[in-house]
Structures are given as structure tokens and as C-alpha cells.
């Protein structure tokens, strides 16, 4: 396979691809089914700092990460993946190796102390995959539902 991760933004999170922005569109709703209006919706998230980039193997869309570089009193100068999925049907062929890969070096040229990501309870085929990739468990996140806007946020 000869993946490479090209940028749909910019480090400010302005769209630099809108082709590639609504390709990833298939992907990217395997793991997010709610983003309804999809490029828009994409690009308001993003025009807040998000990045993103899709992993592209001859001009078709294989995976799709959307992360942000904040500062934390826990974790100091942290990329936070807020999104990295994997068409399901390349999984296991490095595709979310080559993301993580991608995200890990913009971290580190960009001096951050952290790299981290959640991942809903119940999805253990990717908690393997993170284990594999050298992540661990560090904390709970607790989330309590504000607005009905967010509609993919599940509470069980």
C-alpha cells in the first residue's frame, strides 16, 4: 500500500482541499453517522483551530483524523485527536498507523508535551489497535449532554 496523508486544512483550520473535504465525507460518517450537512458542519468545527487530513491511496479517501493542539494544565502543549477513522473495509492495512504517524509528527514539530485521543467504551477493535500503537489508559472522560445540537453524543 502506498498511503499518503494529504491536508484538507491549513494550521489555522481553513480548508486548503474542499474536494478532498467532501470525499472524506463517506469515511469520516462510518464513525460520526450525525454530521448531517456535512461540509459545512466540518468546516465550522474547523474554523475553531480543528485540523484535518485524509489518508488517500490512487485518489480514494482510506481514513480521515481531525485533531487540535491545546494547552492543559495536566498534560501541557497536547495534540488532541478528536477523530481518526478508518474505512472499514481497510482496516488492518496501516491506514490508521500512517494517520496516527502523521498526527504524532505534527506534535512533535510543533512542541507538544502529549498526543491524546478517546475512544467510545464499547469500540475494542480500536482499543487494541491504540494499545498496539503504544497508547494507554490514563483517565476517564465524563461528558454530561447540554444542548440537543450534538446529536451523535450517546449518554448509556
Known amino acids: 500500500m502506498s498511503i499518503v496523508v494529504k491536508a484538507i486544512t491549513d494550521a489555522r483550520g481553513a480548508v486548503i482541499d474542499e474536494k478532498l473535504l467532501t470525499a472524506s465525507e463517506r469515511v469520516h460518517k462510518q464513525l ?22 485524509a489518508a488517500v491511496e490512487n485518489g480514494e479517501v482510506l481514513g480521515v483524523t481531525l485533531w487540535r493542539i491545546c494547552e492543559r494544565t495536566h498534560s501541557g502543549r497536547e495534540l488532541y485527536c478528536d477523530d481518526l477513522v478508518t474505512d472499514e473495509t481497510q482496516r488492518s492495512k496501516g491506514v490508521g498507523h500512517a494517520l496516527l504517524e502523521h498526527m504524532q509528527r505534527i506534535a512533535k514539530e510543533r512542541g507538544c508535551d502529549t498526543f491524546a485521543l478517546d475512544s467510545g467504551t464499547t469500540r475494542q477493535r480500536a482499543h487494541q489497535f491504540y494499545f498496539r500503537e503504544g497508547l494507554t489508559i490514563t483517565s476517564f472522560h465524563f461528558l454530561k449532554k447540554i444542548s440537543s445540537r450534538v446529536t451523535g453524543v450517546k449518554l448509556t
Request: net charge neutral; hydrophobic share 40%; glycine share 4%.
Open 32 to 53: 460520526r453517522p450525525h454530521l448531517t450537512d456535512y461540509v459545512a458542519r466540518v468546516k465550522e468545527v474547523c474554523a475553531s483551530g480543528v485540523e484535518m487530513a
